[in-house]
């Protein structure tokens, strides 16, 4: 079967919650994006021309619910599902509603790691309204994508066949960190050339996740640096807190900082990330997320006391890899 690499984007993502007037302020007025209020009990956000890149719904996780993938033609769409169904996943069509509410044509779904549905799509719809957005300079999306989405997992070598299955996803990097003592290897898989759409984090021998979210954070990137300076000091302004602070990443160069979200998990600005080459890159590792800066704020013993505590309850609790498209795994190597 051939490969899909560079022909799949990350198109959109989903998101279940009950608080629509603190993400309507952190979205719209913090953020800068467009805002479209669909329907009691659902929001959207526009980064581009596309009717939907963030779709909210109502419901009790307060979590991210599904990713949406975008393809670039009919073949690959047929090639995903093909590979899917033949490892024996069930792959269910997405309704008609369903596909309105996310501005696309039509969809399909399929189990993905840690409860995140993987839907994927061709066609996306185009917004008929100009956008409204506080971030002048607009978004970077195209061909690479609405950015990246970094998950924490007890079993990282499955999830990253998952996406190697799936997508053909390639490794670009690995980062080791080590925060409040605790050492972390992070994955960066690409399904383009943009550095990383999927970062697999998981604490170092240790089979516990400190998460309590299915995605540890979201990210997206501005076009214009003064549109990640000045939404960060918007959504401090808003009350809302700041994770980390703006600094520099060791692996693809991009200028961010991270806040959290009205859900709970954090939401990554960043501003001229590197674009792989595919015909030089090689994988390495880095010794930490930070060139500089990145520094924690507003972080309290009790936020501390919390993730020892969801990483405890973690033990407990089993976490589906989708085996039978994940395998074995890939060693981290």
Same mark, same amino acid.
């Given at each position: 079967?051939?490969?899909?690499?560079?022909?799949?984007?990350?198109? !959109?993502?989903?998101?279940?919650?009950?608080?629509?007037?603190?993400? @309507?302020? &952190?979205?719209?007025?913090?953020?800068?994006? *467009?805002?479209?209020?669909?329907?009691?009990?659902?929001?959207?956000?526009? #980064?581009?021309?596309?009717?939907?890149?963030?779709?909210?719904?109502?419901?009790?996780?307060?979590?991210?619910?599904?990713?949406?993938?975008?393809?670039?033609?009919?073949?690959?769409?047929?090639?995903?599902?093909? @590979?899917?169904?033949?490892?024996?996943? @069930?792959?269910?069509?997405?309704?008609?509603?369903?596909?309105?509410?996310?501005?696309?044509?039509?969809?399909?779904?399929?189990?993905?790691?840690?409860?995140?549905?993987?839907?994927?799509?061709?066609?996306?719809?185009?917004?008929?309204?100009? #956008?409204? $957005?506080?971030?002048? +300079?607009?978004?970077?999306?195209?061909?690479?994508?609405?950015?990246?989405?970094?998950?924490?997992?007890?079993?990282?070598?499955?999830?990253?066949? !998952?996406?190697?299955?799936? &997508?053909?996803?390639?490794?670009?990097?690995?980062?080791?960190?080590?925060?409040?003592?605790?050492?972390?290897?992070? @994955?960066? #898989?690409?399904?383009?050339?943009?550095?990383?759409?999927? /970062?697999?984090?998981?604490?170092?021998?240790?089979?516990?996740?400190?998460?309590?979210?299915?995605?540890?954070?979201?990210?997206?990137?501005?076009?214009?640096?003064?549109?990640?300076?000045?939404?960060?000091?918007?959504?401090?302004?808003?009350?809302?807190? $700041?994770?980390?602070?703006?600094?520099?990443?060791?692996?693809?160069?991009?200028?961010?900082?991270?806040?959290?979200?009205?859900?709970?998990?954090?939401?990554?600005?960043?501003?001229?990330? #590197?674009?792989?080459?595919?015909?030089?890159?090689?994988?390495?590792? *880095?010794?930490?997320?930070?060139?500089?800066? *990145?520094?924690?704020?507003?972080?309290?013993?009790?936020?501390?006391?919390?993730?020892?505590?969801?990483? /405890?309850?973690?033990?407990?609790? /089993?976490?589906?890899?989708?085996?039978?498209?994940? +395998?074995?795994?890939?060693?981290?190597?």
């Amino acid at each position: 079967m051939p490969s899909v690499f560079g022909n799949v984007q990350l198109g !959109y993502v989903v998101i279940e919650t009950e608080k629509f007037g603190d993400w @309507r302020r &952190f979205g719209r007025d913090g953020v800068g994006m *467009h805002v479209d209020d669909i329907a009691p009990g659902v929001l959207r956000f526009r #980064l581009d021309e596309h009717e939907c890149r963030f779709l909210l719904q109502r419901g009790p996780a307060e979590d991210v619910t599904a990713l949406g993938w975008q393809l670039d033609d009919h073949v690959t769409f047929d090639d995903i599902v093909g @590979r899917v169904v033949s490892h024996g996943v @069930r792959v269910a069509e997405g309704s008609a509603e369903e596909a309105a509410l996310r501005g696309v044509e039509r969809l399909v779904r399929f189990p993905g790691p840690n409860g995140l549905t993987q839907e994927i799509f061709v066609r996306a719809h185009t917004g008929q309204e100009p #956008l409204r $957005m506080t971030a002048r +300079g607009g978004f970077v999306t195209g061909d690479y994508g609405i950015g990246h989405v970094a998950i924490t997992t007890k079993k990282p070598q499955q999830v990253r066949g !998952y996406y190697s299955t799936v &997508f053909d996803a390639r490794l670009s990097d690995f980062i080791d960190e080590t925060i409040s003592g605790v050492k972390f290897k992070i @994955r960066f #898989l690409r399904v383009n050339q943009r550095h990383h759409s999927v /970062a697999i984090a998981s604490v170092n021998r240790l089979p516990v996740n400190p998460i309590r979210t299915r995605v540890q954070h979201l990210n997206i990137q501005v076009a214009v640096l003064d549109d990640m300076t000045t939404s960060y000091q918007r959504i401090k302004e808003l009350g809302f807190d $700041m994770a980390l602070g703006v600094g520099q990443h060791t692996n693809d160069r991009e200028l961010s900082y991270y806040a959290m979200t009205p859900s709970g998990f954090e939401w990554e600005v960043g501003w001229n990330p #590197l674009v792989v080459d595919e015909t030089t890159w090689e994988p390495t590792t *880095h010794q930490g997320i930070s060139i500089w800066g *990145h520094t924690p704020e507003g972080r309290t013993v009790i936020d501390k006391l919390t993730q020892f505590r969801t990483g /405890a309850r973690s033990l407990l609790r /089993a976490e589906d890899s989708v085996t039978a498209l994940a +395998g074995a795994g890939i060693p981290d190597s």
